[in-house]
């Protein structure tokens, strides 16, 4: 049996930079920063007091109320990417088979809002223990594919992935091996995450993993900056439709871009610290660049992990000189979590996303807040510092890394008949 | 309209997102409000935490309509 090809026919996005695919893509190219003092809880006592959180959104907007209070933050996020990404690919509702569409979402954390509000106040005034009856449902990492599902009736493969902060990137890797596999023709992919509440931050604090940057929001999250401190939380998601592409073809859809490969690897190392020389690093990018049937001097840019905290950015930066070797030196990398901050479970869905569109218009998006040269980072990589630069981007490569030692990267390439 | 029948109407329009109109004494969650099984125990916990009460899960089963909501409310709320 011959493998199929697997296409983006649609996309959507809410993050901290941009509520929707087209303002997300702009701001990135623009440089814009996410980051803001934290309004989701009073914050006062953190030790980190901002983060990127998605703005301006009112969920009634998009689901109503007696919906959308049945769904924890991470959920409603999920719904809001899905139902733009869903309206972008315009599948005829009549003639599309349900049985042969999945929802392969990802998230790392699931409901932590809801987790924390019903066990703060299960037992209020020393009551008998109460919880709401929503309360599993709404929390339970799954139920955001649970509710894709129903809302548009797709019945084929349903499920969450998780693994930390490669949860979505493994999202799309199971989607695409389904769709290559002949086992569904369509799915919603991608992830959200919604992690900016009280345990959230003051679990990633009691980590020292977030930036304490307080007296400067925008500039804290600098990967590969020398004064790097940590990262910043960032909360939204991405959905992205894969799609089998004779079916594409056969319906006229607008093709976005080709997904051509995915790999895994494990650090096997340590629970939250990445392997010091970026072993696992390595192995998933040459797990993918060997999935996708291309040489490395293929890949123009690489949206890497790089969260700006002072121990992760250089090992995987290690691990790109040592796989691409001189090629390391002509490819384009940039961070886009230091606009965006870091979306967990979340991240690999709109960094996947910048990658489609970096190639939909030849355009790299920036590491922006690039201060001071890092010693330990070679100055002959081109990081794409401060500035949008244009550039042929024919593949691009996505590297996520989860705590737990979990890598997963996908490849995309421009679409050619 | 009693006070608490008020506020039990309330509760039912926020919950379930009905129109006040549709909140008649004869009106069943389920049937004709539009709730489910999950609903239903969530108006209860509602009410239990509006009137300051517990109400026994074998007293919550026989609470199918606003009345007997209302009727069961104004007995046992001191």
């Known amino acids: 049996m011959s493998f199929k090809r697997v296409v983006i026919t649609g996309m959507g996005a809410l993050t901290p930079v941009g509520n929707d695919v087209p303002t997300f893509w702009s701001n990135l190219v623009a440089g814009v920063s996410g980051a803001a003092p934290i309004t989701r809880f009073d914050a006062e006592k953190f030790r980190t007091r901002f983060a990127c959180e998605v703005k301006g959104l009112d969920v009634t907007n998009y689901i109503p109320r007696q919906e959308a209070r049945k769904m924890d933050p991470f959920t409603q996020y999920a719904v809001i990417a899905a139902d733009e990404a869903m309206k972008d690919a315009g599948f005829d509702a009549d003639t599309l088979d349900l049985d042969k569409a999945g929802v392969i979402w990802g998230s790392g954390i699931g409901g932590l809002k809801t987790f924390e509000e019903e066990v703060m106040n299960y037992s209020e005034n020393g009551r008998t223990p109460r919880f709401n009856p929503f309360f599993i449902p709404k929390m339970i990492v799954d139920s955001a594919s649970g509710v894709l599902s129903i809302r548009y009736g797709f019945r084929g493969p349903n499920f969450i992935t998780v693994s930390a902060c490669a949860s979505a990137t493994n999202a799309l890797i199971d989607a695409f091996n389904y769709i290559k596999l002949g086992l569904m023709n369509v799915c919603i992919s991608g992830g959200s995450e919604a992690a900016v509440t009280i345990a959230g931050v003051g679990g990633f604090n009691a980590l020292k993993a977030l930036s304490e940057r307080n007296d400067s929001p925008e500039t804290a999250s600098r990967p590969y900056d020398k004064d790097r401190d940590g990262f910043v939380l960032g909360e939204g998601g991405a959905a992205i439709i894969l799609e089998e592409l004779e079916h594409a073809k056969a319906r006229g859809a607008k093709i976005y871009a080709e997904m051509i490969g995915a790999g895994m690897s494990s650090d096997a190392y340590h629970i939250t610290a990445p392997h010091p020389e970026g072993l696992g690093a390595y192995i998933v990018m040459k797990n993918a660049v060997e999935n996708a049937g291309i040489k490395p001097e293929e890949i123009d840019y690489i949206n890497t992990h790089g969260t700006s905290t002072p121990i992760g950015d250089p090992q995987e930066i290690k691990a790109i000189e040592k796989f691409f070797g001189e090629h390391a030196y002509d490819l384009n990398i940039s961070s886009t979590k230091s606009m965006t901050g870091h979306l967990l479970g979340g991240a690999g869905a709109i960094e996947a996303a910048a990658c489609i569109m970096a190639i939909k218009d030849q355009v790299v998006p920036p590491t922006i807040n690039h201060f001071t040269d890092d010693p330990e980072i070679n100055p002959r990589l081109k990081l794409t510092f401060n500035k949008a630069e244009k550039r042929r981007v024919n593949i691009a490569l996505s590297n996520t890394f989860g705590f737990g030692g979990h890598n997963a990267s996908v490849v995309f390439k421009k679409y050619e008949d | ?78």
């Open chain 2, 1 to 78: 309209m009693s006070a608490i029948a008020e506020r039990v109407k309330q509760i039912i329009v926020e919950k379930l997102g009905v129109e006040e109109s549709e909140v008649t004494p004869e009106a069943n969650f389920q049937n004709d409000l539009g709730a489910d099984s999950l609903d239903t125990v969530e108006l209860i916990m509602e009410f239990e935490k509006e009137f300051n009460l517990s109400i026994p899960d074998d007293q919550a089963e026989n609470i199918g309509t606003v009345g007997q909501a209302v009727a069961y409310l104004e007995e046992n709320v001191k």
